[in-house]
């Protein structure tokens, strides 16, 4: 090696080392086969309460650079999701960079669950955006540290209904504090991403009598919504300033910034998407400025991880739903103690997760 490469080397590590000091990830994995394609992260950003556990993205990122701020995001996001569900784990995530519906195959699958395997469990993994039950399949092939299964193996299949169900509730929470009552009936929805968690989502809202507005950049998807549930189609970034009483963004994050929130007429933002705001403490600010109620991402949305989670400790349907529809005083709590302490929704609920972290460090400390 050069002394122009071995700078170079060593300045990507600072930078990496750098990165994660701020974050406080305690583990970063990187993981390259040539012979399937295979490339992908494993971020594990804490695991005081137990594994980390967290899903597994395949995306097209336009950059390493991207996909690495993606899982770290999303890896801090599954600690905190983890903890003020009253879960015993850590929070951790993966993506394999790659287009899913050309560049994934049974070997490419079986190989991630190779590298998962090798972390001896301080990494569980399960689907997320572009991995499929079938996926999990493949992992469990090559290491049982992988839930998400489908129930014929035992597992509790795809998770996305229970989501919604948790977003669902957390929705009819928000209501409540912003209306006076937590009826959807009759409120106009705006939902953003009709996909796995936002379809069922809709489903909900439906029955319940909501008017609903949807936006995706999938037409069937779109068509479905409008034929089976009454959904009005409307297109690219039209859903933000709709005339409407809830918003819901259920597609990917960081869509909640000045300009976006600087559209909005609702009263309440409530979806499922991680990550929806594009900077934790300004843009909750913001939202709390206009007088909007918003539901921290990862406590509305953790209704996939309770699924998974009781999959790991022996699935019961019944008990993740009961713990799902715990969600609903959840949500109201930290609204309560936001009021209480005079800050945004978003850093009320960090609050509340990293003192249960710490609580539990101090318990584990006397071991």
């Not at 600072?14 to 295979?38: I, K, S």
């Not at 909900?204 to 549930?229: M, P, T, W």
Request: charged share 20%.
């Amino acid at each position: 090696m050069t002394q122009t490469q071995s700078s170079a080397a060593n300045g990507t590590a600072f930078d990496l080392f750098a990165r994660l000091e701020n974050t406080d990830h305690e583990q970063v994995v990187y993981c390259q086969d040539r012979a399937t394609g295979l490339k992908a992260i494993i971020a594990i950003h804490n695991t005081v309460l137990g594994p980390g556990l967290g899903g597994t993205r395949m995306w097209k990122y336009s950059t390493e650079a991207e996909a690495l701020n993606d899982v770290l995001r999303l890896s801090r996001g599954m600690t905190y999701k983890a903890s003020i569900a009253g879960l015993n784990l850590g929070g951790a995530k993966a993506v394999i960079i790659g287009d899913a519906s050309r560049d994934k195959s049974e070997a490419l699958m079986r190989k991630f669950g190779r590298f998962v395997d090798n972390l001896n469990g301080k990494y569980i993994t399960a689907e997320d955006v572009g991995t499929t039950t079938r996926d999990m399949e493949y992992v469990n092939m090559e290491s049982d540290h992988v839930v998400g299964l489908p129930e014929s193996m035992g597992g509790g299949g795809d998770p996305s209904p229970v989501t919604a169900y948790g977003v669902y509730m957390g929705m009819k929470a928000s209501a409540k504090a912003a209306y006076g009552n937590d009826s959807l009936a009759g409120k106009t929805i705006a939902v953003q991403g009709i996909g796995k968690v936002g379809m069922h989502l809709v489903e909900y809202l439906h029955k319940e009598g909501a008017r609903l507005f949807v936006s995706d950049i999938h037409d069937a998807a779109l068509q479905y919504a409008a034929n089976h549930f009454g959904a009005t189609v409307v297109t690219g970034s039209e859903i933000y300033g709709l005339d409407a009483d809830i918003f819901a963004p259920c597609a990917l994050g960081a869509i909640l910034n000045a300009e976006n929130i600087g559209k909005l007429k609702v009263k309440v933002v409530a979806g499922a998407a991680n990550n929806q705001l594009e900077d934790e403490t300004l843009h909750g600010d913001m939202l709390r400025s206009k007088g909007i109620v918003y539901a921290p991402d990862f406590v509305i949305n953790a209704g996939g991880l309770i699924n998974v989670y009781s999959e790991y400790t022996g699935y019961v349907r019944e008990i993740a739903m009961a713990q799902t529809e715990n969600i609903y005083n959840t949500i109201l709590a930290i609204y309560q103690r936001a009021d209480e302490r005079n800050i945004n929704n978003q850093l009320a609920a960090i609050e509340l997760a990293e003192k249960r972290i710490h609580d539990m460090m101090l318990v584990k400390s006397t071991f």
